[in-house]
């Protein structure tokens, strides 16, 4: 059974920080893996979807690594900005499977 | 306009009520999902359709229903709802790109439901 680890749960930092949020999950036959951000009581936006065949991906001030031998990921975020404070979550779906595992997400405060 | 919507954003009902959540979207996607999101939980699937005609069990669909009326819209059903089932819910669609490749999934702003 796919299980999807995040850590830290919970990360506060000085607004103009560079971060890394960690992914982990344990069964690498996966298609792809997403990391979303989730504002508080709000739905979840997808920032990145990186297919299984690729490496990163970028958008804007947001990097996302996959390294599925090993089973991690990580959300890179540079200079970060109090607006960048949510909840991030990244989601796999099983080998085969249409259904996303996530984990419990990592909550950010980027402080002014 | 907002692509998926879900109605209604907040409700809180008594133990044995009947409920129904709706989602619309306007993507055009065939597939949609429902999750509940507990906290330290994290997100769990409850039910999913690939189509009108394709309905699927997820990891938690005990206690709920769910009725795909059309491509545009899913709803889903407490048939009698109980304190435990107090979560916020999300609807989401997707579309495979060509390949088989998994897309991204777009998630609706939630049902906050508190069950007494």
């Known amino acids: 059974k796919q299980e999807v680890t995040q850590i830290p749960a919970a990360l506060s930092v000085p607004e103009g920080e560079n971060l890394v949020l960690n992914c982990s999950f344990t069964?690498?036959?996966?298609?792809?893996l997403q990391w979303f951000r989730q504002d508080p009581g709000k739905g979840l936006t997808s920032l990145l979807l990186i297919q299984s065949s690729q490496r990163e991906q970028t958008s804007g001030r947001l990097n996302a690594s996959l390294d599925k031998s090993s089973g991690r990921s990580t959300l890179y975020i540079a200079a970060s900005q109090p607006g960048d404070s949510a909840t991030y979550l990244c989601a796999v779906p099983p080998g085969g499977s249409e259904k996303l595992v996530f984990g419990k997400g990592t909550k950010l405060t980027v402080n002014p | 306009d907002a692509d998926v919507t879900q109605t209604p954003r907040n409700r809180i009902t008594k133990t044995g009520k009947r409920i129904m959540l709706e989602c619309s979207q306007t993507k055009g996607h065939d597939r949609m999902y429902w999750y509940r999101q507990d906290p330290g939980l994290g997100l769990q699937l409850i039910y999913y359709s690939f189509d009108v005609k394709d309905i699927n069990k997820g990891e938690i669909s005990d206690g709920y229903s769910v009725s795909r009326q059309a491509q545009a819209k899913f709803s889903l059903s407490l048939e009698s709802a109980i304190p435990n089932q107090t979560a916020l819910y999300f609807c989401?669609?997707?579309?495979?790109?060509?390949?088989?490749?998994?897309?991204?999934?777009?998630f609706g702003p939630g049902t906050r439901l508190t069950v007494l």
């Open positions: 989401a669609t997707s579309e495979p790109t060509s390949g088989g490749a998994k897309d991204t999934q777009y």
């Open positions: 069964d690498s036959a996966i298609y792809n």
